[in-house]
């Protein structure tokens, strides 16, 4: 059975850095096509993706955060982290990693999701 | 603003036929596959549809995919209230080099 968790702080101040956990099991990002990703969700909005990382370490991430974000995975204990600096409270959202099985990221959607981590940035 | 463009609403009696549209350009839609969410209220969303129009296991026959240039179609048939969800669409993005997303239907059965 395939599972993704996220976890992280409910609450970060603004300009701090945000680091975020997502933990799996079921699946090995060792294989061949094999991909994480991050995608975040505004209460209310619409659903935008973030960052991405696949089993040959390549990454990806959204031209608009870009310069914020570093994504990483470590692959003995299942686990990719998502960095997100000089947080806003306009990144207040629900925070989902995603799978994205072989044969990767131009064929297959997000087959399995966590269920979400809600991160509010206040003072 | 969302890269795909969808309406922000649809809806529907029990046992209708609704379509939901999400259009693009020829560098997302118009070059990669569609894949389509369910996302029910309060949860994450869930894979509905990939590659355009397969379903993974599990995903009834009443809901279907269609892709015409740069848009694409979903369609529920036999409307049931448990499909009360938001839908989005998504794709992969050649210019940004990454997924992209549409703004979401809020689909309510009346």
């Known amino acids: 059975q395939v599972t993704l968790r996220e976890s992280g702080p409910a609450l970060v101040k603004p300009t701090q850095t945000l680091t975020l956990t997502c933990s799996f099991s079921?699946?090995?990002?060792?294989?061949?096509?094999?991909?994480v990703s991050w995608v975040r969700q505004p209460p209310g909005k619409a659903l935008e993706w973030l960052a991405l990382?696949?089993?040959?370490?390549?990454?990806y991430y959204s031209t608009s955060l870009k310069t914020r974000l570093t994504i990483s995975k470590d692959t003995s204990k299942n686990q990719v982290v998502l960095t997100m600096t000089n947080m806003d409270p306009v990144d207040t959202a629900t925070y989902y990693c995603?799978?994205?099985?072989?044969?990767?990221?131009?064929?297959?959607?997000?087959?399995?999701w966590g269920q979400g981590t809600t991160v509010t940035v206040s003072s | 603003q969302s890269v795909l463009t969808q309406p922000p609403s649809a809806s529907g009696t029990p046992g209708q036929r609704v379509t939901i549209s999400c259009s693009g350009s020829?560098?997302?839609?118009?070059?990669?596959?569609v894949f389509w969410y369910q996302q029910l209220p309060g949860a994450a969303p869930k894979l509905l549809m990939y590659?355009?129009?397969l379903r993974p296991s599990g995903v009834p026959d009443r809901f279907s995919g269609s892709k015409s240039g740069t848009s694409v179609s979903l369609a529920i048939s036999g409307l049931r209230s448990d499909d009360e969800a938001d839908y989005h669409c998504?794709?992969?993005?050649?210019?940004?080099?990454?997924?992209?997303f549409g703004g979401g239907t809020r689909l309510t059965v009346l």
């Open positions: 995603a799978r994205i099985p072989p044969p990767g990221k131009y064929y297959s959607g997000m087959d399995v």
């Open positions: 079921g699946f090995s990002l060792t294989t061949s096509g094999m991909c």
């Open positions: 990382i696949d089993w040959d370490d390549d990454e």
């Open positions: 020829n560098s997302n839609i118009g070059s990669n596959y």
């Open positions: 590659r355009n129009n």
């Open positions: 998504a794709t992969w993005d050649d210019s940004l080099n990454g997924p992209v």
